[in-house]
């Protein structure tokens, strides 16, 4: 097995080739010039239903399918725990290596992050196949989507953060003492060499993402009494749609995950009302920690914005965990404790769930999903961003946000007394909307 890693490490430029992800990915598509084949790996916890790792490998397929990989079959192994040395058992393994080989499978994806040791002790166990991990996956395609130099840095650094701790014991093989060549200090084995070109790499990537950060820093100080709203939620529920429907931005919408990875602000007006309205990276399930970390300047724009969008995606199965892992993530960033707007965006998408008669169940139409403990908890509208349906209400609300933390700023805005008055008697639609650009 040429496990994926190995193409950094071994390569003689490899610290020239930071990309090398992005090489991986392109030289097996050279090779069989068609799309690459994969299985999926994950599982199944003791506590978890069957159907919830099911559920997750749906997911894992989407993620890979962003990359263009088809995914043929996935496996699911129950376990108390994922196997110390192989992640799956013996015999599971002997399973997948069957099906692999007879089918010439090139991919093996696990929906968990592998360790060190789960790599090396997979790479004498299978050969000819390239294994990929989660947070792999998860960053090479912000690696494809990053536009900005911004992004692209964040990603990069990303990557390096994600290796290092991956070399430890991987490249034991490697460690020898060698003579005076290329890039090796006095007396470092091979494997002490690539630590330290990654960690050379790394904090040259830090430095230029410090130089490219105080640019936008004080881009963002010159927006300090603007108000800022932003559009936050899980990956693929509409946002760009939404920021598009709001702003006439041309941003970039697509049923794929992480469209978005760089940020975009623009700047609205609603009756005589500016605010600055960003559009940014989803969230998902397992979200690699070098990536919120690296990407902590992006994520910036929310935990500075005044309000927030969150936007759901009520048509998904599991868009209840969705909103769960979203707050986990603010929290983790310290975004939470602002005015917010739930968005259950997608509702034409929507089919009404099928539960025995007469027997307690959880909300199974949109009517009864109005009711529901998550419409009391929160501010919130029900919208179908592609129908249009509900954007009037959805103006409405943010202009409200908008307009209450705008007048907190500038009491004696001209336009209060007015407002005032127009929020009182239903605020009607359409109303003066000018939007521009502002980067
Ligand atoms: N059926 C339906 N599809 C929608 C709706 N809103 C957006 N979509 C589709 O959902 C997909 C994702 O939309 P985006 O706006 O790219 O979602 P996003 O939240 O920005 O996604 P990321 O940037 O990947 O995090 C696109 O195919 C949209 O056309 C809606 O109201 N109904
Ligand atoms: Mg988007």
Not at 87 to 92: H, Y
Not at 331 to 336: D, M
Not at 342 to 348: A, G, M, P
Not at 376 to 385: G, M, R, T, V
């Amino acid at each position: 097995m040429r496990l994926i890693l190995n193409f950094v490490a071994t390569d003689q430029n490899r610290h020239l080739k930071y990309n090398f992800l992005k090489k991986e990915f392109h030289h097996i598509k050279a090779e069989s010039d068609k799309a690459p084949r994969a299985v999926l790996v994950g599982v199944s916890l003791k506590d978890q239903k069957v159907e919830k790792a099911e559920e997750y490998l749906d997911e894992l397929a989407f993620l890979a399918s962003t990359l263009g990989i088809k995914t043929e079959k996935t496996f699911i192994q129950r376990l108390d725990h994922p196997d110390k040395r192989t992640f799956v058992g013996k015999g599971k393994l002997e399973e997948i290596l069957t099906y692999v080989k007879a089918e010439g499978i090139d991919t093996i994806i696990f929906d968990d992050d592998l360790s060190s040791a789960h790599a090396r002790n997979l790479d004498r166990e299978i050969e000819d196949v390239m294994i990929i991990d989660r947070s792999l996956l998860i960053l090479q395609i912000f690696a494809m989507r990053a536009k900005s130099a911004q992004a692209k840095t964040q990603v990069e650094l990303a990557q390096y953060q994600y290796m290092l701790p991956r070399l430890t014991n991987l490249w034991t093989h490697h460690s020898r003492q060698r003579g005076g060549v290329g890039m090796k200090g006095p007396g470092e084995t091979e494997l002490e060499t690539d630590k330290r070109i990654i960690r050379d790499k790394i904090s040259l990537l830090r430095k230029k993402l410090k130089k490219i950060e105080t640019q936008s820093d004080l881009r963002r100080k010159n927006r300090d009494r603007e108000v800022r709203a932003a559009l936050v939620g899980y990956t693929n529920v509409g946002k760009s749609t939404i920021m598009r429907l709001l702003s006439k931005a041309d941003v970039f919408a697509e049923n794929k995950l992480f469209a978005t990875v760089d940020s975009t602000v623009r700047k609205i007006t609603m009756n005589n009302v500016p605010f600055l309205m960003t559009d940014t990276v989803g969230f998902i399930r397992k979200l690699p920690t070098t990536l919120i970390e690296s990407f902590k300047s992006t994520l910036d724009e929310i935990v500075e914005a005044d309000i927030l969008i969150h936007v759901v995606d009520i048509s998904h199965e599991s868009f209840e965990e969705h909103i769960e892992v979203v707050n986990k993530t603010l929290l983790e960033i310290k975004a939470t404790d602002k005015p917010t707007l739930l968005v259950f965006n997608k509702v034409d998408n929507y089919v009404d769930k099928e539960y025995p008669p007469f027997e307690d169940h959880p909300p199974a139409t949109l009517e009864e999903w109005k009711e529901s403990y998550l419409a009391k908890e929160y501010n919130h509208i029900f919208l179908s961003a592609i129908k249009k349906e509900g954007v009037d209400e959805l103006k409405r609300k943010i202009f409200e946000l908008v307009s209450d933390r705008f007048y907190k700023i500038y009491p004696n805005h001209h336009s209060f007394a007015y407002n005032q008055l127009w929020l009182e008697h239903g605020g009607e639609w359409p109303m003066s909307e000018e939007t521009g650009d502002d980067e």
